[in-house]
């Protein structure tokens, strides 16, 4: 084997090669790890042994929710009194179950629980990751006795071919929610709040000009949520991310432009959305908490967190229906949560698992719909979501019941929202990279006084389809 | 003059009689034992390494040329390759990490190199100037950059730096929503955040400068420039050299400061880089093939990087 020629005629001698090599490779390393420590295991630590069979459950409320960690807790001591068979192991991965990077690492290192926390978005990602199992022909009424009331379009989300993969346990659609407080201080009226994108532009004007850095109306525009927001707000117009075969982008058109000119025009020429941008979940509902925040669009369950996680309070917020542009809304972005089954459990696991599904996030009265126990607690009883079981079901009926007959929250605040349905549109394929792509024409519009839209749709047009092209995903 | 045998030995001059097995074999044994405490020492490092970083880089090459679809592993050669090339942030991501680390070079490199010579400089509380200069590499990266984040890249006026900059009448900047702050801003902080070590070491080599060669060129007349540019940089040159090289491995795999200061990719993609774009594939987009596959191509450039280094200080040795 020839040796490697270097100028001047010199060979690379034994020791230079090994100190390129070992140079080389402690360079690269840190990339390549962040990509390669995937490892699956088999090691799940549950079992069914002695008649009592064990299954994990991820989800559990971290130590800092302690009302929701002791309702949790108590759910789980309650369910085991009554199923003595069935032990049941929490697991806490954090206030936010899905952080998707710590959900993917989890996923690709196989150490998800038995019963896994997804979003209905993920089921493309943990079908991939073959970590999931098929559950169709334990799901029915007998292990969850509300699954014929469960929302068809909910339960279509955790299928795939005919066959189900997850169970649904909550659900939400994007509408406008806003701070009464400064409704009021701005001389709004509370009871009555924007419905289409002009009056959504001139209330965070008279919002804003309260002064004290208070932003009229608040967006995203990082971490790949600018995009989901974008997506949200065109469908508001009538608009699509994606061409109906999926494979062309479909924003750059009049819908597109006017979602970011409005926002360029509440920045630059209302100056009614505040100086700091490049903001994030937490950024956004932080400055909310602290009651900074006049408007944003957002799920009912937006407030539940600005309250259990960013010192808000219920009291402060209403929620209307997503914005039109001339009228009402043509769409909304829609989405929600379920549970996974980790590929290889038994069938009296999954069995186990459904049950416990049941009790704790399907049957009214009980686990999330407990809404006696939950009344009392800095918990919100009375939201228009989760509206998981199907309008006229016998489910759905007590579930409206006992909410309206335990609410903490005062109902009408979200009326405004509730009788003003908007049809929900789901994610667009490969959302996360169209998202990150759109990102960078949020940030534009929302920093950069000189913004060109035209051009920022193109290139984020050219963008989109080069992932579309690719799979962008991979898928 | 002794007369060389076909065999290369000065004739009459004998060789070492050949050991016998058995005493070969025990002088073997005795070695082993003499440096079965060094192995028994080595061992940790060989499996920590083996495990934590060869096995992931092995794997992380092979899963480039891998896809992992329904739990299905096929081999799809360039696939992955052809994919991250056309990603549509792939280019800039690369343009940012060589901006940022051509930036990191000419502030961060050059400056704790001189905040070092000053130091030296100085005849009382060096001790107390070396503790204020390596604080803030006792904070932890993260703190460190959401102080920048939050206080001194403010967009408004009430931000420290944009206050200094009011103070004196000057300009002030929208900081890390400006498309051309962005990556000076994540230098100024990586650099602050960073340079304390780099000050450290360039102390311990400014130190091992005889003092008779600044001596020499003082009684030759040569000025602070001349002293440095005649004895410091000559003196130091290894440690800066290797310096260089590690500055430049360490900010091309920029991630931490995009990821907190820019929450990410930042104003139009100016804050993306390499390491974050692998992050966003693997993490939020599942594609960890791609991911992998943009790995490998980063392990190559700094590999190049690593190779110019080597052939450098080779020359110099």
Redesign the interface.
């Given at each position: 084997m020839t040796q490697p020629e270097f100028p001047k005629g010199r060979t690379m001698s034994a020791p230079?090669y090994r100190?390129?090599v070992a140079?080389?490779?402690?360079?690269?390393?840190?990339?390549?790890?962040?990509?390669?420590?995937?490892?699956k295991s088999d090691d799940d630590g549950s079992s069914s042994s002695g008649g009592k069979v064990t299954i994990t459950v991820d989800c559990q409320p971290v130590a800092s929710q302690k009302e929701l960690l002791a309702n949790w807790n108590a759910d789980v001591e309650t369910f085991q009194k009554e199923n003595p068979n069935i032990e049941i192991k929490s697991v806490s991965v954090g206030t936010q179950c899905n952080n998707?990077?710590d959900f993917?690492?989890r996923l690709?290192g196989g150490t998800t629980t038995d019963v896994f926390y997804g979003y209905m978005t993920d089921l493309?990602?943990v079908?991939?990751?073959?970590?999931v199992m098929d559950i169709t022909e334990y799901v029915n009424s007998t292990t969850i006795p509300t699954w014929e009331s469960v929302d068809a379009g909910a339960k279509a989300t955790f299928t795939e071919d005919g066959k189900v993969y997850g169970v649904p346990t909550k659900n939400y659609s994007m509408g406008l929610v806003y701070n009464k407080n400064l409704f009021q201080q701005a001389g709004l009226d509370v009871k009555n709040p924007p419905k289409t994108w002009p009056e959504v532009r001139e209330a965070a004007k008279k919002i804003a000009a309260l002064g004290n850095?208070i932003a009229g109306y608040s967006e995203y525009s990082?971490?790949?949520t600018g995009g989901w927001h974008f997506t949200a707000e065109i469908y508001s117009l009538g608009g699509q991310m994606v061409t109906a075969d999926g494979k062309k982008a479909d924003f750059n058109n009049p819908m597109g432009k006017q979602v970011l000119q409005t926002l360029k025009d509440m920045r630059f020429t209302d100056n009614s959305v505040g100086?700091?941008?490049?903001?994030?979940w937490p950024?956004l509902l932080t400055n909310a908490g602290a009651g900074k925040v006049g408007m944003f669009v957002g799920a009912p369950d937006a407030t539940t967190a600005i309250v259990t996680q960013f010192q808000g309070k219920y009291q402060d917020w209403a929620m209307g229906p997503m914005p039109g542009q001339d009228g009402a809304a043509k769409a909304t972005l829609g989405g929600g949560e379920g549970y996974f089954f980790k590929?290889g459990l038994s069938k009296e696991q999954v069995e186990a698992g459904l049950k416990w599904i049941a009790y704790q996030k399907l049957t009214p009265g009980k686990g999330q719909f407990d809404y006696v126990r939950a009344k009392p607690q800095n918990n919100p009883v009375g939201l228009p979501q989760p509206q998981l079981f199907t309008i006229g079901s016998a489910a759905y009926g007590q579930e409206l019941e006992q909410r309206k007959a335990n609410a903490n929250v005062t109902v009408d605040d979200f009326a405004p929202f509730e009788n003003n349905p908007v049809p929900v549109k789901v994610e667009p394929p490969?959302a996360?990279?169209i998202y990150?792509?759109l990102?960078?024409a949020m940030?534009?519009v929302l920093?950069?006084s000189k913004a060109n839209i035209d051009q920022l749709l193109k290139t984020a047009e050219?963008?989109?389809n080069?992932?579309l092209?690719?799979?962008?995903?991979?898928? | 003059m002794a007369t060389i045998t076909a065999h290369g030995k000065p004739a009459g001059v004998s060789g070492p009689r050949p050991e016998p097995p058995a005493r070969r074999q025990s002088r073997r044994r005795r070695q082993l034992q003499n440096n079965l405490t060094g192995y028994a020492f080595l061992i940790g490092a060989v499996v920590c390494f083996a495990v934590?970083?060869?096995y992931?880089?092995v794997?992380?090459?092979i899963?480039s040329f891998q896809?992992?679809?329904?739990?299905?592993t096929t081999w799809v050669g360039w696939d992955?390759y052809?994919?991250i090339i056309?990603?549509?942030?792939f280019w800039t991501a690369w343009k940012n990490t060589f901006y940022f680390t051509a930036l990191a070079l000419i502030l961060g490199y050059a400056v704790p190199f001189f905040v070092a010579i000053l130091l030296n400089e100085f005849r009382h509380a060096k001790g107390y100037l070396r503790i204020l200069v390596y604080l803030p590499v006792m904070l932890p990266p993260a703190s460190a950059l959401f102080l920048f984040k939050y206080y001194a890249y403010?967009?408004?006026d009430a931000g420290l730096f944009n206050a200094i900059l009011n103070f004196f009448h000057l300009p002030t900047s929208?900081w890390?929503?400006?498309?051309t702050m962005t990556m000076p801003a994540m230098v100024i902080a990586s650099t602050w955040m960073n340079m304390g070590a780099a000050v450290l070491i360039y102390l311990a080599a400014l130190q091992n400068i005889p003092g008779e060669l600044y001596e020499a060129a003082e009684i030759d007349g040569a000025g602070i420039w001349r002293r440095i540019w005649n004895v410091t940089i000559p003196q130091t040159k290894l440690i800066l050299s290797l310096m260089a090289?590690l500055q430049i491995?360490a900010t091309m795999?920029l991630f931490i400061e995009p990821l907190i200061l820019?929450?990410?990719?930042?104003?139009?993609?100016s804050a993306t880089s390499?390491?974050y774009l692998?992050?966003?594939?693997?993490?939020?987009?599942?594609?960890?093939?791609?991911?992998?596959a943009?790995?490998?191509i980063?392990?190559?450039v700094?590999?190049g990087?690593?190779?110019v280094?080597?052939r450098l200080t080779?020359r110099q040795d």
């Open positions: 230079l100190k390129v140079v080389a490779a402690a360079a690269g390393l840190a990339g390549l790890s962040l990509a390669a420590c995937s490892t998707p990077p993917t690492a690709q493309q990602q079908l991939d990751s073959g970590q850095g990082a971490g790949n100086e700091k941008q490049l903001l994030q950024d590929k490969n996360q990279a990150a792509v990102d960078a940030s534009a920093t950069d050219d963008k989109a080069q992932v092209a690719t799979g962008g995903t991979g898928s | 934590f970083s060869w992931p880089m794997r992380g090459i899963m896809r992992t679809r329904r739990g299905e992955n052809e994919r056309n990603d549509p942030s403010d967009p408004s929208d890390m929503q400006s498309t090289m491995v795999q820019a929450n990410g990719a930042g104003t139009q993609d390499v390491a692998i992050y966003q594939h693997g993490f939020f987009q599942n594609d960890l093939n791609g991911a992998a943009l790995g490998v980063m392990l190559i700094l590999a990087f690593s190779f280094y080597v080779s």
